[in-house]
């Protein structure tokens, strides 16, 4: 389809002998957020891996928004529009919520070294950090110490970040790990705001927040997608329900 963002087409990723990605073929369409599960093991973090540009497929083609990325670093690929959230450990403890994410930008526009100017007065940086932090609804937090927030808000820090570099695309690894319900229920809240600007590709343990997310799942087992639909056919699917959900949890 001509407006697919991110298009995944027929990845394979060997290690040894283990096919680690089997034929995986994907598409993510403005507007939406596609869910990635499976099993542990099943193969996600190697394909987001490759999606990120930190693994190579061994064969197969990876198109943003039009433009083959499949040999493109890491750095490249995000120029071109591919963002993916920073882990909570990559934040600066000490330093502000608002410098934490002009550092983000600062370092995806290749001016980590720009010696003299003060990055709080940058206003290429704090712009883009504020309009970030905003749709993150974290205004009232953007000149707190990171080592002040909840977990939760550590999260949107994080999303805040990617955001911050104007993606085209999000990747999302497990967003609502370690959050307690509440801060489950509030992620889930922005991220569904948020997919209408930036579409998503999530991946995602907690299946409530899946299938009130996804608009569609992917459903990945020993490195192959066996099923991909709406939340509705994924529950309804036997083969998935059998490999990974389990008959109590649907
Ligand atoms: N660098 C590597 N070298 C060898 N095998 C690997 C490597 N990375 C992953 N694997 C194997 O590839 C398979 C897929 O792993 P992967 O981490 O992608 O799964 P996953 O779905 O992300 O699992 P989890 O939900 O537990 O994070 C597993 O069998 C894993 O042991």
Not at 105 to 129: C, I, M, T, Y
Not at 205 to 234: C, E, K, N, T, Y
């Amino acid at each position: 389809m001509s407006d697919t963002v991110l298009e995944l087409i027929d990845l394979n990723k060997r290690f040894g002998a283990l096919q680690a990605t089997r034929d995986v073929s994907l598409n993510l369409y403005p507007g939406e957020i596609h869910a990635l599960i499976g099993p542990n093991g099943a193969g996600k973090s190697t394909l987001i891996g490759q999606i990120a540009g930190s693994l190579k497929p061994d064969s197969g083609r990876i198109v943003l928004a039009g433009q083959e990325i499949t040999s493109l670093s890491v750095a490249q690929r995000a120029r071109l529009g591919l963002g993916r959230s920073f882990q909570v450990s990559s934040l600066a403890e000490p330093l502000s919520v608002k410098r934490n994410v002009m550092i983000a930008v600062q370092a995806l526009q290749g001016h980590s070294f720009r010696f003299w100017k003060p990055v709080q007065r940058d206003e290429s940086l704090l712009v883009p950090a504020l309009e970030a932090l905003e749709r993150m609804a974290l205004t009232h937090r953007a000149d707190t110490q990171v080592a002040e927030l909840s977990h939760g808000e550590r999260r949107q820090v994080e999303v805040a970040c990617a955001l911050a570099l104007k993606p085209r695309v999000l990747l999302l690894d497990e967003p609502m790990a370690g959050l307690g319900p509440e801060g489950t229920a509030h992620l889930t809240e922005l991220l569904e705001a948020l997919k209408h600007e930036v579409p998503i590709l999530l991946i995602e343990h907690d299946m409530d927040a899946v299938f009130r997310l996804a608009d569609r799942i992917s459903v990945l087992v020993a490195g192959g997608v066996i099923a991909q639909g709406d939340s509705a056919a994924i529950r309804a699917n036997p083969q998935v329900r059998e490999a990974y959900l389990g008959e109590a949890t649907c």
